[in-house]
Nanobody, 123 residues
Framework: QVQLVESGGGLVQPGGSLRLSCAAS????????MGWYRQAPGRQRELVAT???????NYAESVKGRFIISRDNGQNTAYLQINSLKPEDTAVYYC?????????????????WGQGTQVTVSS
């Protein structure tokens, strides 16, 4: 069974930093797209940043210059370095990835979501 597990969230003061991790596990053959999304209370889930297997990145305008997405293909892990945090960055952060994996000797490709990690920015 494949899954994505996020970690690294927490409570941080405005201006602080956190590093989120998203680890894929299971019979993974390869991981293509990986991305981070967030959902604040009462709001829709929104894109934060994405990264291709080759390392091309894309960011939401609201986080450009403050957030950095990266990945370690050997470890099947994506990271989100979040700096200069603002109260409006408070949300549950979710990892999304396009996973190619083996189940019962067959190869599948599907998008998966992690369970989310809470980031709270408050003084």
């Amino acid at each position: 069974q494949v899954q994505l597990v996020e970690s690294g969230g927490g409570l941080v003061q405005p201006g602080g930093s956190l590093r989120l991790s998203c680890a894929a596990s299971g019979s993974i053959v390869s991981i293509n797209h990986m991305g981070w999304y967030r959902q604040a209370p009462g709001r829709q889930r929104e894109l934060v940043a994405t990264i291709t297997r080759g390392g091309s990145t894309n960011y939401a305008e609201s986080v450009k210059g403050r957030f950095i997405i990266s990945r370690d293909n050997g470890q099947n892990t994506a990271y989100l370095q979040i700096n200069s945090l603002k109260p409006e960055d408070t949300a549950v952060y979710y990892c999304n990835a396009e996973l190619t994996y083996i189940t019962n000797s067959r190869i599948y490709t599907n998008f998966y979501w992690g369970q989310g990690t809470q980031v709270t920015v408050s003084s």
